[in-house]
């Protein structure tokens, strides 16, 4: 059934654009939305706009909500019991976050938005609910058969209304606001009024003169200030009613006035202007009703930002007066701008290869402007007809200049055209030809303020300058011994307020200077310049100037320059600060020192005092976003910008267009996502989240319904980030293993290349709990319990390290005495035996007079004295008592004091006045005295030595130092064959200790190092 109402619907559109052929276009431009931008299907049934700023779309395939940027789509659940089927027909706002809805078959049903649920209410199921504006608010009205319903804004059931008494059973009654007492009653194809205080009904007297079977005519609109009642009909098209003279006019006349409407009428919106707008299946017809004059807007597939589709359904108005067109092929938005925007586009022959180049205006202030190697066209002021100069040499144009009453075209050849704008007359100028005799084409034309006119032309053309008032040119070109040029051409310059002359083309970066005092020229080499050092940039696109001096540069692909002369320091602007491209392709200044940019990506304003960008696009209401020529011009008397893109001529005053894009957006958080599953309403808030609660994902959006895709954002956690965490476009933040604590979610929105933040201004309050593992009590048990265990632990390392201390000292003491035993019984047992030997041995050499006996008797008590002297060396070291280190230096000099005594050497010694109270072990006792005895044993035996020092010092270590006056050795052969010096490195490695020594004829010093415990 629907296929064929789509082919009768379609064959009746052919038939309509016929009758519309008559019909001016207008020139209106749209930002378009299908299923490949998201939505849910391009069948658009009804358009609504909630409380809090979203758009919501009622399709065929499903509900959808948009905010600027995304579609976020709804459907019916699979077993849903509330909704089984996508098809929607209607959708309203009928309480803050509540929508109503009517979907086929199901009938009426509602959707919360916060939740994002639908449910049931008491007039569920029913069919054909439809809303008016009352100056009370909305007032809902059921139709039923044979019977009306008026509805509270909670959609319960206030009153009904009985048919009128003269109409026939079975149909249904369909009523509509008119006034707090009266309502518009439809019953069939008759209409009529009811007053709601004493229920009478009142036919209005409409004359359908061609009511046709099937006729089936519905009320449309009321007009309240000509009070007039607008009814529409498939088949015949538009009637109006005036309550004031009580006629019917059939607006079809075909009188030739321009007024036809015949199609069918889906909705009349009310618009600016003394305009309606009259929704059918060609397109949309509107309607000045008070020049009486029509006018189409339609499709075109040539065009992307025109209606989406001529089969128009339904129109909405959203708080920032944009116009949604909703289409069988998807969803159009019109901007409030593009009511402000003057564009013209069908009266040039343009294509992809010859966009619109340049725009000057006359001094008949008609606009004339130039297409890329093509025609000049001429813009009439007054009648806005667009007509192409009619003159052999209008072709191949490069660019235009006004020169007085003259407008002057430049481009292929040497020759320049000249239309005067008072004769109307056009003059070939060849005086160019003997400075260019060879050039393609000439690039550049302009008149100096001093009246001197500037060429530039290809093939190292160079400049051109003519002298004012004087048939006298001069010539500047690369290579005359002056001048160096980086190209031989330049299209694009500016004149400082000094008259100086600022080149640039886009076949270099190279920006060239004129000074007129000294009449030279200079090149400028922006990667040497302070703030843009080392950077490679492409070619040049337009040049300006300010009123402070600076010079401002538009790249190929570079972004924005602002070069300040005075301190050779340049500025680089680009995306990241806001622009829409990078690619520029013209500049101009307003009178507000305002900076406009045409780019390749949308138009933008540089305010240059806030450091910010506005940029605006097709969805602001541009015609035509691609701007890739220096086609502009700036009208100071009319305050009127004009710029040209690539297919479209446009013209707006500065300051709507800037008025109409400021606007606060509203910011919200959009989902909160808690360990994956969604929060059932996004406005519950100081939530008590439990302990392992403490995954969250975060969806925001700020809703701009025009500059959404120029949102970028910016969020904190207060209690877990310190600093606003930077976003840019993305509408999402994720936080994982959040400890247990109190919390604020933040988010923040503006638009790019602005500095000023809006703020969200609901933020998200939560508290995630402490896991009982965490709580004071546990805390505290936890705390306890662990003094306890560690007391235990403590208590029970010490005992056991006291037991192992008891029965170390106990062995030491064992060992001690041990020590002591031996000491003891070798002093009592082998020193008595070994005096006895001595004494025994004296008593035989006195009584032996056999020389030989005696020598051998010598030797046998020489060697008793020996032993005897070892033997007490071996029981001082094993005597416990004699390990302090202040008893181990005493002794060691008591020793060194003896043995050199008895050899008749002097003795000298200086120690420490303070000795640490150190014990140290009988390992390092020994070794030590060992070898410094053995060093003394070495001074008395070889070194002939007189005198022998003794010095002991004691901090980290102890050392001793034995020197003499003797007479030396080799060190070099006592190293290889000596083993004096090998025992003393033995016994210090055994300690950790080392030796050292030196020896000359002066004597011999040997000093031992040991670490001390």
């Not at 602002?562 to 520029?584: E, M, R």
């Not at 606060?664 to 360990?675: G, L, R």
Request: glycine share 6%; with cysteine.
């Amino acid at each position: 059934m629907r296929n064929i109402i789509s082919v009768i619907t379609f064959l009746f559109l052919l038939f309509a654009n016929g009758w519309y052929s008559n019909a001016q276009n207008a020139n209106y431009s749209f930002t378009n939305y299908t299923t490949v931008q998201g939505l849910p299907n391009n069948n658009i049934a009804s358009i609504c706009q909630d409380s809090r700023g979203f758009l919501w779309i009622a399709t065929l395939e499903g509900l959808s909500r948009f905010d600027g940027k995304n579609f976020k789509n709804f459907y019916a659940g699979k077993n849903d019991s509330v909704v089984s089927s996508n098809t929607f027909g209607m959708v309203h706002e009928y309480k803050k976050g509540h929508l109503v809805l009517d979907i086929v078959p199901v009938g009426v049903i509602c959707f919360n938005t916060n939740t994002e649920t639908f449910y049931k209410t008491t007039i569920s199921g029913r069919r054909d609910i439809r809303i008016t504006k009352s100056s009370h608010g909305d007032i809902y009205f059921l139709a039923a058969c044979n019977k009306a319903y008026i509805l509270n804004n909670k959609l319960e059931i206030k009153d009904s209304i009985a048919k009128p008494p003269n109409e026939p059973m079975g149909y249904n009654l369909y009523a509509y606001y008119f006034s707090d007492s009266s309502l518009l009653i439809k019953s069939r194809s008759t209409f009529y009024f009811y007053n709601t205080k004493t229920k009478n009904y009142a036919e209005i007297p409409v004359d359908f003169d061609s009511p046709g079977q099937g006729s089936n005519w519905t009320f449309r609109y009321l007009d309240p200030v000509g009070q007039q009642l607008y009814f529409a009909d498939y088949y015949n098209g538009l009637y109006r009613y005036s309550l004031k003279t009580h006629k019917t006019e059939h607006l079809n006349r075909g009188d030739g006035s321009g007024l036809c409407v015949k199609s069918n009428i889906m909705q009349i919106v009310p618009r600016e202007n003394n305009e309606l707008w009259f929704l059918t299946n060609h397109g949309i017809d509107v309607w000045n009703t008070r020049t009486n004059t029509m006018s189409v807007i339609q499709s075109n597939t040539s065009k992307s930002n025109s209606l989406a589709y001529n089969i128009t359904t339904c129109a909405f108005t959203d708080k920032s007066n944009g116009i949604w067109i909703g289409t069988y092929k998807g969803l159009s938005k019109l901007n409030a701008n593009t009511l402000k925007i003057k564009s013209w586009s069908d009266g040039f022959s343009t294509n992809q290869d010859n966009s619109l180049m340049s725009v000057v205006e006359g001094s008949d202030e008609n606009i004339y402007v130039s297409l890329y190697f093509s025609k000049v066209y001429q813009l009439n002021s007054t009648t806005n007809k667009i007509t192409a100069w009619q003159h052999p040499l209008n072709n191949s144009t490069w660019n235009l200049f006004a020169r007085g009453d003259e407008i002057i075209k430049i481009g292929s050849g040497n020759s320049l055209l000249s239309y005067n704008t008072k004769t109307n007359k056009f003059t070939v100028l060849d005086y160019l030809k003997p400075y260019y005799p060879d050039i393609d084409i000439i690039t550049l034309g302009f008149v100096h303020s001093n009246g001197d006119e500037w060429y530039s032309a290809n093939k190292g053309g160079g400049f051109v300058r003519k002298l004012a008032n004087r048939n006298c040119f001069k010539t500047y070109k690369t290579g005359d011994g002056v001048n160096r040029f980086a190209s031989s051409y330049y299209c694009y310059y500016t004149e400082d307020d000094h008259g100086d002359l600022w080149f640039g083309v886009n076949k270099s970066s190279l920006l060239l200077h004129w000074n007129s005092k000294t009449d030279r020229f200079e090149e400028i080499n922006f990667s040497r310049t302070k703030g843009t050092e080392n950077r490679l940039l492409p070619g040049i696109n337009d040049i300006t100037h300010d009123t402070a001096g600076n010079i401002w540069v538009a790249f190929d692909g570079g972004g924005l320059l602002k070069y300040t002369p005075g301190n050779n320091s340049s500025v680089l602007y680009s995306v990241t600060d806001g622009l829409p491209a990078t690619h520029i392709s013209f500049l101009q200044f307003d009178k507000k020192n305002r900076l406009w940019l045409g780019t390749i990506n949308g138009l933008s304003c540089f305010i240059i005092n806030e450091n910010r960008f506005e940029n605006f696009k097709n969805e602001n209401g541009l015609p035509d976003d691609y701007f890739d020529s220096y086609c502009r011009y700036f009208d100071a008397k009319k305050n009127l910008l004009w710029f040209g893109s690539s297919t479209t001529l446009m013209s707006f005053n500065p300051e709507d267009l800037l008025n109409s894009n400021k606007q606060k957006f509203p910011v919200y958080i959009d989902e909160i996502i808690i360990n994956g599953k969604r929060l059932s309403d996004t406005l519950q808030n100081h939530l008590a989240l439990k302990a392992d609660e403490n995954n969250l994902l975060f969806h925001f959006t700020a809703i701009d319904l025009t500059n959404g895709k120029e949102i970028e954002y910016s969020y904190k956690m207060e209690g877990a980030d310190k600093s606003w965490i930077y976003n840019s476009t993305n509408q999402s933040a994720s936080y994982a293993n959040i400890k247990p604590g109190t919390y604020i979610f933040k988010v923040r929105a503006r638009y790019k290349g602005e500095n000023h933040w809006i703020e969200i201004k609901e933020p998200f309050e939560f508290k995630i709990a402490t896991p009982w593992s965490r709580s004071w009590w546990f805390f505290l048990l936890m705390v306890g319990l662990s003094g306890f265990l560690g007391w235990f632990i403590i208590r029970t390392y010490y005992l056991r390290r006291l037991e192992k201390q008891a029965a170390i000292i106990e062995k030491q003491q064992a060992i001690s005495e041990e020590r002591s035993r031996i000491a003891a019984d070798m002093h009592d047992d082998m020193g008595a035996g070994l005096s006895r030997i001595r004494y025994l041995s004296a008593s035989m050499k006195n009584e032996i007079q056999d020389e030989k006996l005696k020598h051998n008797l010598d030797t046998l008590i020489s060697s008793s004295d020996n032993l005897v002297d070892k033997m007490n060396d071996i029981i001082w070291t094993l005597n416990t008592g004699d390990e302090s280190l202040e008893e181990v230096i005493y002794y060691i000099r008591s020793q060194c004091s003896e043995m050199l005594d008895n050899a008749g050497v002097g003795f000298e010694y200086v120690i420490p006045e303070t000795i640490p109270d150190l014990i140290i072990s009988s390992e390092i006792k020994r070794n030590l005295y060992l070898a410094i005895k053995e060093a003394t044993h070495n001074v008395i035996k070889h070194a002939h030595a007189t005198q022998v020092n003794l010095l002991i010092q004691i901090g980290q270590q102890i050392t001793i130092r034995v020197s003499d006056n003797g007479k030396g050795f080799n060190t070099e052969e006592l190293t290889s064959k000596g083993n004096g010096l090998v025992n003393y490195q033995k016994r210090m490695a055994v300690i950790k200790g080392k030796v050292q020594y030196h020896s000359d004829k002066a004597g011999t010093e040997i000093c031992f190092e040991v670490p001390l415990p």
